[in-house]
């Protein structure tokens, strides 16, 4: 896929629908669409391509596929013509007036007073920053006056340390992240004297000294190179160019639709979308901010945010009622929320080879919070493979990877998902042991890592993540032969693999976890679920650790290597025993007893524990490259743990 700045801005040559009695040219994608509905509901039964030319497309409003345009078995193709490499774009492109600002040059255009809550600018490709104070990085809450009670109950604002905030910020947006999720504060009054402002919102939970924060949108925090704001109340834009732009040359685009597409299904009248197929085409520009009346679901109406996972931020590929339909080769950037969402009803839909990148929030979205009632409406069965999807959280930064809700049978296999300020994927909305729809996903293959802090440095803002998470009863599930690498957290939480409440009959096998803040593995609680010939490298704080003690067994580890510089080998509540652990292989490298909770090894066996395991070196061929294999000489290879080999993982080259 080019880059949006190697394309024209508007395509000449025409869309081709070909099918049915011949080939037919229309000026847009909309009008290609609606020819092909005329001949569907004129009987066509077959396949019916479109060719897309090349350019950027910028879209009136949003592509809208029906069941009127598809049909039970015939395809309708929408595919890049020969040699092309179209995108359709939601943005506006911003044509600059050049002034000049404190000595140095100032871009300025009227995007006018529907444009007001932009928050999002891309030049050449590349997203700008939404002017911050500070430039980079976080202040932390000095104190929070008056909060108390329950950690679900927020607050309208806090104290920040001396010269942090002046009057100048009034209208822009508090930052704050707390647990694992952040909050978006409008600013409406500061006291510079107390050094407290006051938020016509409250954060999701309740704050504490020392959580993260940063400001954006104000005119006065507009100071760096590459920096932009809006003029809230005229729609005015302000970019600070970087050094070497030209004005005359860039192509820049803001948002302007807030979603790009919509395969849009009725499963409750048993209308469905059908073989839909989207060959090398992409998607950009596109923005979803707070409207005026949004009221939270949890844990309070007036909270400046969500309870998890960015959940409620809409996508901008939406679909409902879509089956065996199926992106390939396709490219969905620069979008102010999550990439794509199979929503209700979607049944056997494929991403393939797809690369999901530069998000507001999250990459994919599957099934839905709840579980159906009515079987059209579940959602089950979706494969994504094959895909690179990195980059996100820009604006909601506890977005994950992928999601998968109350929905069975998933396949996530061979994707790479990196640089998420929260989780890599999770799976699963029940927490405890009540019904839960998810169950029989398969997650192989994959490639996550710089989880909760990025590649360039930026965080860990967030706590309580990991590469993958999970929720609720899920028989069937099996998370094999994936790497999860570099998972960071704030204060606590920063696992590689993480069972959280009531995750049960889940396996994991053959995953290799290195370098996480917290742990390799960690169980909440849950039950029989099984741990088996995986390797955990380098947890800072633990390798292991379980929370809560349950009069059942909680999980089986067996056949695992963990190795570590230092810290401890387990965390949090072992002594009631309900686990099993046998013919592991532990090495601490820095020659310091390895400790079993408060026991040693000696006495972690008299136990019952750890039969057959051993403390020894397992003979990594280079673990200073990620190379877990284990030489021919390995003392785990008697144990009958097999080579965990990660080379493959991530995306497979074409055949």
């Known amino acids: 896929m080019l880059p949006l700045l190697a394309l024209p801005l508007c395509a000449q040559a025409p869309f081709v629908l070909a099918g049915g009695a011949g080939k037919t040219e229309h000026a847009s994608l909309p009008a290609a669409i609606a020819a092909a509905g005329a001949l569907r509901q004129a009987g066509e039964a077959g396949d019916l391509t479109i060719r897309v030319p090349d350019g950027v497309h910028v879209l009136a409003e949003p592509i809208v596929i029906g069941?009127?345009?598809?049909?039970?078995?015939?395809?309708?193709?929408?595919?890049?013509?020969?040699?092309?490499?179209?995108?359709?774009s939601g943005g506006t492109r911003v044509r600059w007036q050049v002034a000049e600002a404190n000595g140095r040059p100032l871009w300025t255009a009227d995007l006018g007073p529907a444009a007001r809550d932009v928050r999002e600018l891309w030049v050449d490709g590349r997203r700008r920053t939404l002017a911050r104070h500070p430039d980079r990085g976080t202040f932390a809450v000095d104190a929070v006056p008056g909060a108390g009670g329950e950690w679900t109950a927020g607050n309208f604002g806090f104290r920040f340390r001396p010269g942090e905030l002046t009057q100048d910020?009034?209208?822009a947006d508090v930052v704050v992240m707390c647990r694992w999720v952040e909050s978006h504060l409008p600013v409406t009054a500061v006291d510079t004297e107390q050094h407290t402002f006051t938020s016509s919102k409250r954060s999701v939970f309740r704050l504490d000294p020392g959580d993260p924060w940063y400001a954006e949108g104000a005119r006065a925090f507009l100071d760096q190179p590459g920096e932009f704001c809006v003029d809230r109340a005229t729609g005015r834009l302000a970019y600070l160019p970087l050094p070497g732009e030209d004005p005359a040359k860039v192509a820049a685009y803001v948002p302007r639709l807030a979603q790009l597409l919509r395969l849009d299904g009725a499963p409750e009248s048993g209308r469905f979308v059908d073989n839909v197929r989207f060959r090398g085409i992409a998607f950009a520009h596109a923005e979803w901010w707070f409207p005026a009346d949004f009221r939270s679901n949890w844990p309070s109406p007036d909270a400046g945010g969500f309870a998890q996972a960015a959940i409620l931020v809409p996508a901008a590929i939406e679909a409902t009622g879509a089956r065996s339909c199926s992106f390939a080769d396709c490219e969905i950037a620069h979008v102010g929320g999550y990439a794509l969402e199979l929503g209700r009803g979607c049944v056997g839909n494929v991403l393939d080879r797809c690369r999901v990148r530069?998000?507001?929030?999250?990459?994919i979205k599957i099934g839905q919070t709840a579980i159906p009632k009515d079987a059209h409406d579940a959602t089950a069965g979706n494969i994504v493979r094959d895909c690179t999807i990195g980059d996100g959280g820009h604006l909601f930064h506890s977005a994950v990877g992928v999601w998968i809700g109350q929905?069975?049978?998933?396949?996530?296999v061979h994707n790479e998902i990196h640089d998420f300020l929260y989780t890599g994927i999770s799976i699963g909305w029940t927490w405890g042991y009540g019904p839960s729809a998810a169950r029989d996903e398969l997650v192989e293959g994959n490639h996550v890592h710089h989880v909760g802090a990025r590649s360039n440095g930026e965080g860990p803002w967030l706590a309580d993540m990991a590469g993958i998470y999970t929720l609720g009863t899920q028989p069937g599930t099996v998370i094999r032969g994936n790497f999860f690498h570099d998972v960071a957290a704030f204060r606590y939480g920063g696992w590689g693999i993480y069972f959280d409440e009531g995750t049960s009959e889940v396996r994991a096998e053959r995953n290799v976890v290195a370098r996480t803040t917290h742990g390799g593995f960690h169980q909440h609680y849950g039950k029989d679920n099984v741990f088996a010939n995986n390797v955990l490298v380098a947890g800072r704080d633990a390798q292991v650790q379980r929370t809560r003690q349950e009069p059942h067994t909680s999980f089986t580890f067996r056949r695992n290597v963990v190795v570590w510089p230092t810290g401890n080998l387990f965390a949090g509540n072992l002594a009631d025993l309900h686990f099993a652990f046998a013919e592991n292989v532990y090495w601490r490298t820095d020659g310091q007893e390895i400790r079993f909770a408060k026991w040693s090894f000696a006495e972690w066996q008299q136990q019952g524990l750890d039969t057959g395991s051993r403390i020894a070196d397992p003979g990594f061929v280079?673990?200073?490259?990620?190379?877990?294999?284990?030489?021919?000489?390995?003392?785990a290879r008697a144990l009958g743990i097999e080579p965990v080999d990660v080379r493959g993982v991530g995306p497979r080259p074409r055949r």
């Not at 069941?67 to 359709?88: D, M, N, R, S, W």
């Open 67 to 88: 069941p009127e345009c598809t049909a039970p078995k015939g395809q309708l193709v929408i595919e890049a013509a020969a040699g092309a490499h179209p995108v359709f």
């Open 169 to 171: 910020a009034v209208g």
């Open 407 to 412: 929905s069975p049978g998933n396949q996530l």
């Open 622 to 635: 280079d673990a200073s490259k990620d190379d877990y294999r284990l030489r021919e000489d390995s003392p």
């Open 358 to 363: 530069d998000l507001g929030a999250g990459g």
